[in-house]
Nanobody
Framework: QVRMVNSGGGLAQPGGSLRLSCEAP????????MNWYRQDPGKQLELVAR???????NYSDSVKGRFTVSADSAKNTLYLYMNNLKPEDTGVYYC?????????WGQGTQVTVSS
């Protein structure tokens, strides 16, 4: 397993924006899919956004229209642009990349949305 490096979390007010980053120490074109998950305290991981190698994106209903997932292969970095944040977006966000033989994860970054 390869450790990806999450960054960009923090405190935001409702209606605000944050950008999460996830840098991989490998070429991200090795991944057939890259994901962002959120974990709320005491709950299971929830898939928030997905980006496939073909460029297809998918979002959970709770974030659709507000979040955007993208990647920069030159920087080997996955991004999650979070707009119009809501208190229910609060949680620890993890990035993930899947190859045919392994899944790589970031260490997680805390996002707190509160006034």
């Amino acid at each position: 397993q390869v450790r990806m490096v999450n960054s960009g979390g923090g405190l935001a007010q409702p209606g605000g924006s944050l950008r999460l980053s996830c840098e991989a120490p490998v070429n991200i074109t090795d991944y057939y899919v890259m994901n962002w998950y959120r974990q709320d305290p005491g709950k299971q991981l929830e898939l928030v956004a997905r980006l496939t190698a073909a460029g297809t994106t998918n979002y959970s209903d709770s974030v659709k229209g507000r979040f955007t997932v993208s990647a920069d292969s030159a920087k080997n970095t996955l991004y999650l642009y979070m707009n119009n944040l809501k208190p229910e977006d609060t949680g620890v966000y993890y990035c993930n990349g899947e190859t045919s033989s392994r899944g790589d994860w970031g260490q997680g970054t805390q996002v707190t949305v509160s006034s």
